[in-house]
């Protein structure tokens, strides 16, 4: 007996959708030919599909949002300084455009930066408003480009092509992050000395020769004693100045007691951990980091995370 076309289509996506992963079934889905009875069932497979998909363990399913015309599909948005002076060009064909770059404060890891793309009146209004040093605001698309340097070697950066710009008021602790960045050894010896409270003194609680015996409080700077750019003088004055409040270096166990107190303290890193030796945990104010896995780990760690998790 013949088969007729739509018939056939239907047979094979209901023989199918059983044992194809979403992602197969959306290839097909991009391949095969469009029909009514084709669009019936590939309605069919969305609902399998978002149905046969387990949440993992303890975590809600993240919500199913409907798909729409012009839903934006590539947007981020930054918090950083701007590190270059504004440049703006008015084009041949009429249209506006400037550009910056920002560099934004990582606390763990070397800052990044992002260059700047703004057109038409926000082009004119970044031109007219904007400097270097400027804490600002921007959401846009992200964009990767590429540009042959001044040693012949071509660079990959990532652009925002700016849609929304806005000033941000500095806090404290961010004007102090952004000051400590800056600083060359000597300065921040210098600073640790004139604002101990923001350095946690790391020398009883050192695991290896590498730890440092200073570390800064909201940035990733640390400070060494053995360290050949260690001023002649710090040492001396440590000494002397017996009296200074540095913050102090908890021990693991500690740390550990802070986050079971209250564990909303501190992120939870473990399902989105890329590389294994980054923490599993960190505090969110004071960026101190835990590892399940580590020597220091108390051992009933492991015990009462399971009972947290339990409940």
Same mark, same amino acid.
């Given at each position: 007996m013949?088969m007729?076309?739509?018939?056939?289509l239907?047979l094979?996506?209901s023989?199918?959708e059983a044992?194809?992963?979403?992602?197969?079934?959306?290839?097909i @889905?991009?391949?095969?030919?469009?029909s009514?009875a084709?669009?019936t069932?590939?309605s069919? #497979?969305q609902?399998f599909?978002?149905?046969?998909?387990?949440?993992?363990?303890?975590?809600?399913?993240?919500?199913?949002?409907?798909w729409?015309?012009?839903?934006?599909?590539?947007k981020?948005?930054?918090?950083?300084m701007?590190?270059r002076?504004?440049?703006?060009?008015?084009? &041949?064909?009429?249209?506006?455009?400037?550009?910056?770059?920002?560099?934004?404060?990582?606390?763990?890891?070397e800052?990044? $930066?992002?260059?700047?793309?703004f057109w038409? &009146?926000?082009?004119?209004?970044?031109?007219?408003h904007?400097?270097?040093?400027?804490?600002? *605001?921007? %959401?846009g %698309?992200? $964009?990767?480009?590429?540009?042959?340097?001044?040693d012949g070697l071509e660079?990959t950066?990532?652009?925002?092509?700016?849609?929304?710009l806005?000033?941000?008021? /500095?806090?404290?602790? @961010? /004007?102090?992050t952004?000051q400590?960045q800056e600083?060359?050894?000597?300065?921040l010896?210098?600073?640790?000395? &004139?604002?101990?409270?923001d #350095?946690?003194?790391c020398?009883?609680?050192k695991?290896n020769?590498r730890?440092?015996?200073?570390?800064h409080k909201?940035?990733?700077?640390?400070?060494?004693?053995?360290?050949? /750019?260690?001023?002649?003088?710090?040492?001396?004055?440590?000494?002397?100045?017996?009296?200074?409040?540095?913050q102090? /270096?908890?021990t693991?166990?500690?740390?550990?007691?802070?986050? *079971?107190?209250?564990?909303?303290? #501190?992120?939870?890193?473990?399902?989105?951990?890329?590389?294994?030796?980054?923490p599993?945990?960190?505090?969110?104010?004071?960026?101190e980091?835990l $590892?399940?896995?580590?020597d220091?780990?108390?051992?009933w760690v492991?015990?009462k995370?399971a009972?947290?998790?339990?409940?």
């Amino acid at each position: 007996m013949e088969m007729t076309h739509s018939a056939a289509l239907a047979l094979r996506a209901s023989s199918t959708e059983a044992f194809l992963s979403s992602k197969q079934q959306k290839r097909i @889905h991009q391949t095969l030919p469009i029909s009514s009875a084709f669009s019936t069932q590939t309605s069919r #497979w969305q609902e399998f599909s978002a149905s046969a998909s387990p949440s993992p363990s303890g975590f809600k399913k993240p919500e199913v949002i409907e798909w729409r015309e012009n839903m934006p599909t590539n947007k981020a948005t930054f918090i950083g300084m701007v590190i270059r002076d504004i440049r703006i060009r008015y084009l &041949d064909s009429g249209k506006i455009v400037a550009n910056s770059s920002i560099q934004v404060t990582r606390p763990v890891k070397e800052d990044s $930066w992002f260059y700047l793309e703004f057109w038409g &009146d926000l082009a004119e209004i970044a031109a007219a408003h904007l400097k270097v040093n400027d804490t600002i *605001f921007v %959401s846009g %698309s992200v $964009w990767s480009e590429k540009a042959t340097g001044k040693d012949g070697l071509e660079k990959t950066f990532a652009k925002v092509v700016v849609q929304d710009l806005k000033f941000v008021k /500095n806090s404290d602790t @961010h /004007n102090r992050t952004v000051q400590v960045q800056e600083m060359d050894w000597k300065e921040l010896w210098e600073h640790l000395f &004139d604002n101990p409270t923001d #350095w946690f003194d790391c020398r009883d609680t050192k695991t290896n020769d590498r730890s440092p015996d200073f570390r800064h409080k909201f940035s990733a700077k640390a400070l060494w004693l053995d360290n050949k /750019n260690t001023p002649a003088w710090v040492t001396e004055r440590l000494k002397k100045e017996t009296d200074l409040s540095f913050q102090c /270096n908890r021990t693991a166990e500690e740390k550990w007691e802070d986050f *079971f107190d209250d564990p909303s303290r #501190w992120w939870d890193n473990r399902s989105t951990k890329k590389v294994p030796n980054y923490p599993d945990f960190k505090h969110k104010d004071t960026l101190e980091t835990l $590892w399940i896995e580590s020597d220091s780990t108390p051992d009933w760690v492991k015990k009462k995370l399971a009972s947290l998790e339990s409940v």
